[in-house]
């Protein structure tokens, strides 16, 4: 573990071939049992070229117009979730973290398989399932003996049906998109999606083989999926405790509706100060390891951001703190060596464009459609894994129609 600042600007200089998040990600997710039947050649790269050019790069080039078909996804998961059990003007409760699991899991498996596939049952069942199975595989493989590995991640995945099924759902697509890209061909409405942007990031002197693009692909779904989800869920905790900025934070996510967010949240300066400070006080890394040859080296994210070097009253939720001062305002993306929620340098999530605009629109409808607080504010919120901070899954927060 490491929290001074000449220690932490060491690491975030590091090189890969000195910190490695190929390898820590093969410690957390054993690729090798995870990916059942698939060749370990090629490790996936979630911090890689191809992750920077297709979530920073791609997917922020296209988001306008994916946007219309991302906000009928949310208003779709609230009405399923939500609108649909309210009885009259009274209060519901909702569990919490199942409901920000399906709205982030749907917006998330359409930007990475596109609209045809997000719109398929069993492809979206599996879509979700996965990212899960890759969380129980890796923890559980922890305490089990290399050679039972593959018995308990098929024990675990039930046999890797949802890989299966998303293997067997995306191999036509791919072949297909393969062969035009191999072909050059011209497509007219080329595909909004992952999958287009990957295999278009692939040389075609050298295209990447199917079983490359598909791993890349089914990555994207379980790095794109975690972050988000609970970011959301502590959001919405925070909403509930501090429901003095509902109103402030309201008239703001109206004046960005009626423009459909048309401009990426950056017209959200109070929203991205709350998610900021939301993150600051509820990291998702608690505290972390140790040191030498193959250890794992983490940077205690709870520690340095409730650190008074850097923050005043650094204990008080304050959620306009990086709002209320235009000289030194940031906004939830910005990252450094006090906030390394996002990590840092090289390592940095490419991936915190994409869940911030989710989450700004995610959280513009929910305050805009519904009044909600937590159903028991005394109950623990969250408990501690390892070095990981948990949403508990127990947790409800009361909903009913905004009231005028």
């Given at each position: ?15 890969e071939d000195q910190l490695s998040f190929e390898a820590i990600g093969e410690e957390m997710f054993r690729y090798t049992h995870l990916f059942h039947g698939f060749t370990p050649d090629h490790v996936l790269r979630p911090k890689g070229r191809i992750s920077q050019r297709v979530v920073r790069g791609l997917f922020m080039q296209h988001l306008p ?263 030194t305002a940031k906004k939830y993306t910005d990252i450094d060596v006090s906030y390394p929620t996002w990590g840092l340098g090289r390592r940095a999530c490419p991936g915190r464009y994409y869940a911030s605009s989710l989450l700004k629109m995610v959280l513009g409808k929910l305050m805009l459609g519904y009044d909600f607080e937590l159903a028991d ?28």
């Open positions: 573990m490491i929290s001074s600042q000449a220690h932490v600007e060491e690491v975030r200089g590091a090189s117009a994916l946007r219309p078909v991302m906000l009928q996804k949310i208003d779709d998961a609230f009405e399923s979730d939500i609108s649909s059990k309210l009885d009259g003007q009274g209060w519901i409760p909702i569990p919490i973290v199942a409901m920000c699991r399906r709205v982030v899991g749907d917006l998330t498996i359409l930007h990475v398989l596109g609209d045809t596939l997000a719109n398929d049952p069993k492809m979206m069942a599996a879509a979700a399932q996965f990212p899960e199975d890759a969380i129980y595989v890796g923890e559980a493989l922890r305490y089990v003996p290399s050679l039972l590995g593959g018995g308990v991640a098929s024990l675990i995945t039930k046999r890797h049906r949802a890989l299966r099924t998303l293997v067997n759902g995306l191999y036509p697509v791919l072949v297909e998109r393969l062969k035009r890209h191999i072909n050059s061909e011209e497509i007219e409405d080329k595909p909004r999606d992952a999958i287009q942007w990957i295999i278009d990031s692939s040389p075609r002197k050298s295209p990447w083989t199917m079983e490359r693009v598909l791993r890349e692909v089914i990555g994207h779904l379980i790095f794109s999926s975690h972050a988000p989800k609970f970011a959301l869920v502590m959001a919405v905790h925070s909403l509930c405790l501090h429901p003095e900025y509902l109103e402030p934070l309201r008239e703001e996510a109206q004046a960005a509706a009626s423009n459909e967010f048309a401009q990426d949240g950056d017209e959200m300066p109070l929203l991205d100060s709350f998610l900021r400070e939301s993150a600051r006080l509820n990291p998702i890394d608690g505290d972390g390891t140790s040191l030498p040859q193959g250890s794992i080296v983490s940077i205690p994210q709870r520690a340095i951001m409730r650190d008074a070097m850097y923050y005043d009253n650094p204990e008080t939720f304050d959620g306009f703190r990086f709002v209320s001062d235009a000289a504010a005394k109950a623990p919120r969250v408990f501690q894994w390892r070095s990981a901070v948990v949403p508990r899954s127990s947790t409800k927060v009361l909903f009913r129609r905004r009231q005028a």
